[in-house]
């Protein structure tokens, strides 16, 4: 299965202090030992740099994030991405163009379902699962 991770999820992986952090890593282990492709895009891996980076020393953050690249897979946003998410952003309710992105940057590779803690995360046809 592709998993898509987003940035709330990958930000509890890496902080420990995070409300969620032990119930993410738990929820995660299975899809790890099942050897489901995990994938999430550019656009959240420097999210959550810039996020950690206020919490975490420098050199730290980074060997975590070497860490992370192991299992996760990192995915392009590109302009045709962006272009699509403004369409919909200004044509649905939908108003976080964020979520928007991240969600057609898992449908366009495959991902068959997104883990998030967002709980009005913007997916109309791909399977949302939380770690609560």
């Known amino acids: 299965m592709k998993i898509f991770l987003d940035a ?3 930000l509890d ?3 420990l202090d995070r ?3 032990e119930k993410t890593k738990e929820h995660l282990k299975r899809y790890i030992y099942n050897a489901d492709e995990l994938y999430t895009s550019c656009d959240i891996f420097t999210t959550v740099y810039y996020v950690a980076s206020k919490k975490i ?3 730290q953050l980074l ?3 070497e860490k992370l690249l192991r299992f996760i897979a990192i995915l392009p946003i590109d302009i045709d991405t962006i ?3 403004m369409y919909i952003g200004k044509t649905t309710r939908h108003k976080d163009l964020e979520d928007i992105l991240q969600y057609l940057c898992a449908r366009d590779h495959g ?3 997104i883990i998030t803690n967002d709980k009005s995360f913007y997916s109309p046809d791909i399977d949302v699962e939380g770690c609560r």
């Open 8 to 10: 709330n999820i990958i």
């Open 83 to 85: 272009t699509r998410a």
């Open 19 to 21: 409300g969620n952090a």
């Open 63 to 65: 060997e975590t994030l």
């Open 111 to 113: 991902c068959t379902r």
């Open 57 to 59: 020393e420098y050199q």
């Open 13 to 15: 992986m890496i902080d």
